[in-house]
Nanobody, 126 residues
């Protein structure tokens, strides 16, 4: 059974940090792109970052560039999103998704992903 399971969300004060994990089972992510998306109440889903596990580009949306870092641990079949200097505007449900191949430059359209996780809530208080 294929599963993407996010964890690491929670409540943090502005300026704090969280590390989200996306644990993948049922397939190995070696030939995939794994992206993080988020959706806040009343807002459209937004692509946050994408990593090409084997070879290819890494992307960040402008609002998180320099604050968030995406990485992977092949041995654990897990992708991480380190989030520093968090702001109240980062409050959202964060989802990971996997698509075969490298990250597309339009990765944030949310289409063509093969698998999605169930999401983890991140709340940043001011």
């Amino acid at each position: 059974e294929v599963q993407l399971v996010e964890s690491g969300g929670g409540l943090v004060q502005a300026g704090g940090s969280l590390r989200l994990s996306c644990a993948v089972s049922g397939f190995t992510v070696d030939d995939y792109a794994v992206a993080w998306f988020r959706q806040a109440p009343g807002r459209e889903r937004e692509g946050v970052s994408c990593i090409s596990i084997s070879d290819g580009p890494t992307y960040y949306t402008d609002s998180v560039n320099g604050r968030f870092t995406i990485s992977n641990d092949n041995a654990k079949n897990t992708v991480y999103l380190q989030m520093n200097s968090l702001k109240p505007d980062d409050t959202a449900i964060y989802y990971c998704a996997a698509e075969w191949g490298p990250c597309r430059d339009d990765y944030d359209d949310g289409y063509e992903y093969d698998y999605w996780g169930q999401g983890t809530q991140v709340t940043v208080s001011s």
